[in-house]
């Protein structure tokens, strides 16, 4: 039933720094499970719609629904709340705490949404054998190579079930061979959890994993 929701919705989204804007008027809808490429020349406005997506950046006009719960009028502790359930982000740059192992660096937001350690566990374990990184469970990421990074980030960003997942030029800082293999898991993994992906991309081949593409000029869509 809660895939009739779609797992995101901007409704005329306007959003400005100073004089300068940079989304005008942006609608567009992502349907529960649906993977969507995001594609445009850089300062189209596509970091600053995925900063406003998990409610880094506030609005100036028009709303943002993910999962069927509006952004505007949410409080800081909500919308931490939020990004801790229903709104999941995979960067560039992988962002993992180099103080902890790949199981706990996984771990880590269950722990902190209070999940019973028996149940985190479980969890942790299926995702790090999805990651096909089961052999690097206890290994810290400094001895890890860029794919498997971004396989560790994946498994994260997937740990609490979110509802959309918005991914920002994942491959981008990967060779080419590695990227198709985390593309492949990216569409795999997300098809398997049942979860929305908005994928920021410079890159043909990711946009082809995805059910359709978006593309964003000056801070609309054409």
């Known amino acids: 039933m809660g895939h009739q929701?779609?797992?995101c919705r901007v409704s005329n989204v306007s959003k400005s720094f100073g004089d300068?804007?940079?989304?005008?008027?942006?609608?567009?809808?992502?349907?529960?499970?649906?993977?969507?490429?995001?594609?445009?020349?850089s300062g189209s406005g596509k970091s600053t719609l995925l900063n406003c997506l998990s409610g880094i950046d506030s609005l100036d006009a028009g709303q943002i629904e993910i999962g069927g719960h509006k952004l505007a009028g949410m409080s800081g502790a909500e919308l931490a709340e939020m990004r801790r359930g229903v709104?999941?982000?995979v960067f560039q740059f992988f962002h993992l705490l180099p103080t902890l192992t790949v199981f706990e660096n996984i771990e880590l937001s269950l722990?902190?949404?209070?999940?019973?350690?028996?149940?985190?566990?479980?969890?942790?374990?299926?995702?790090v054998e999805a990651v096909q990184l089961s052999h690097r469970s206890e290994a810290f990421p400094e001895t890890l190579s860029g794919g498997e990074r971004q396989r560790?980030?994946?498994?994260?960003?997937?740990v609490h079930r979110p509802r959309i997942l918005l991914a920002?030029?994942?491959?981008?800082?990967?060779d080419s061979a590695t990227g198709a293999?985390?593309?492949?898991?990216?569409?795999?993994l997300t098809e398997l959890e049942g979860t929305a992906m908005l994928m920021?991309?410079?890159?043909?081949?990711?946009?082809?994993?995805?059910?359709?593409?978006?593309?964003?000029?000056?801070?609309?869509?054409?």
């Open 5 to 7: 929701i779609p797992a």
């Open 20 to 41: 300068q804007p940079v989304l005008r008027g942006l609608s567009f809808t992502v349907g529960g499970g649906e993977r969507v490429a995001l594609m445009g020349p």
């Open 87 to 89: 709104v999941s982000t």
């Open 111 to 127: 722990q902190l949404a209070g999940v019973a350690p028996v149940t985190r566990r479980e969890r942790v374990c299926e995702l």
């Open 152 to 158: 560790v980030a994946i498994a994260r960003a997937l």
């Open 168 to 174: 920002d030029e994942p491959t981008g800082n990967l």
């Open 181 to 188: 293999a985390i593309l492949e898991l990216l569409a795999s």
């Open 200 to 222: 920021v991309t410079h890159s043909m081949d990711a946009a082809q994993i995805c059910h359709r593409t978006l593309h964003l000029l000056d801070g609309q869509l054409r």
